[in-house]
């Protein structure tokens, strides 16, 4: 299931926005100019609201600089400021060698072959309760944990995506735009409730590892707050063991991230009824 999230701007909103000041941002590294509406960004979070509108050089000078944030990820934010949705790359298109024909006769297939698993990959899925502290089942329609729907096609890499969600997730997270961190994380399992893993090798797993690292690196430690986006990586991975375990890059992304490899086996554990 596709989340649609309806937009929730009044005509008195857009009235507004209009009517307030030009606010100048200037995003990453080199230093881009982007220059926003100031009461479509700071009506976004108390945080944002203090920074544009409180006694600080900001909202003085209507100057804002945010080097940690580029310049893709801050128009999608703009994009959210101003409908309360954004944009995400499409899949990419991998090429994959043709399959060569095979040398004997394929035996016939019948009802009797059948085997029934319960996995992500499987007929079977199973559901779990989207639960944490801001977003419940209240917020989606039908918000369950549930894995593995249509599957993606070994062609297709997720991981543009993937990495714009988790890059808008932190930017809320930074900034405590709450409906932005609910949206991108939702988004998030959107995508990875249909990712399945096809071989350690496919840049899917690339693009997993970079999601997982990026995560963990940017939110609060487990110690301050249980994070709805760690929890949700941390379940997938967690679910995909049979399908990540050889991969050097994932061995080496739980050396390297402790909470991570922490989360990973509490959720192998309960998943399997180990604990």
Request: one cysteine or more.
């Amino acid at each position: 299931m596709d989340f649609q999230f309806t937009p929730n701007t009044s005509n008195m909103d857009i009235q507004q926005i209009l009517a307030s000041p030009l606010v100048t941002f200037v995003v990453g590294p080199e230093e881009h100019e982007v220059r926003p509406h100031a009461y479509a960004i700071s009506r976004q979070s108390p945080v944002l609201r203090v920074l544009l509108e409180g006694p600080f050089k900001e909202a003085k000078d209507k100057i804002v600089k945010w080097p940690e944030v580029d310049v893709e990820t801050f128009y999608r934010f703009m994009d959210f400021a101003y409908r309360q949705d954004y944009r995400v790359p499409e899949p990419l298109k991998v090429p994959f060698p043709p399959i060569p024909p095979l040398a004997q006769k394929i035996p016939e297939f019948g009802p009797q072959h059948l085997v029934i698993f319960n996995s992500w990959g499987g007929p079977q899925h199973f559901e779990i309760p989207y639960i944490n502290d801001w977003a419940t089942s209240d917020d989606y329609p039908g918000a369950l944990w549930t894995w593995c729907g249509d599957g993606n096609r070994r062609d297709e890499d997720w991981s543009p995506a993937l990495a714009a969600h988790a890059k808008l997730y932190v930017l809320g997270d930074t900034y405590q735009i709450i409906p932005l961190c609910r949206l991108a994380c939702f988004r998030a399992y959107s995508i990875l409730r249909r990712y399945c893993i096809h071989a350690p090798e496919c840049p899917e797993m690339e693009g997993l590892i970079w999601f997982a690292r990026y995560i963990y690196n940017n939110t609060p430690p487990r110690s301050v707050t249980k994070d709805p986006m760690r929890e949700l990586i941390s379940r997938y991975l967690a679910n995909n063991q049979e399908e990540v375990p050889d991969c050097e890059e994932f061995q080496q992304l739980l050396e390297d991230v402790p909470e991570l490899a922490d989360d990973f086996i509490m959720e192998f554990t309960k998943e399997h009824h180990l604990e």
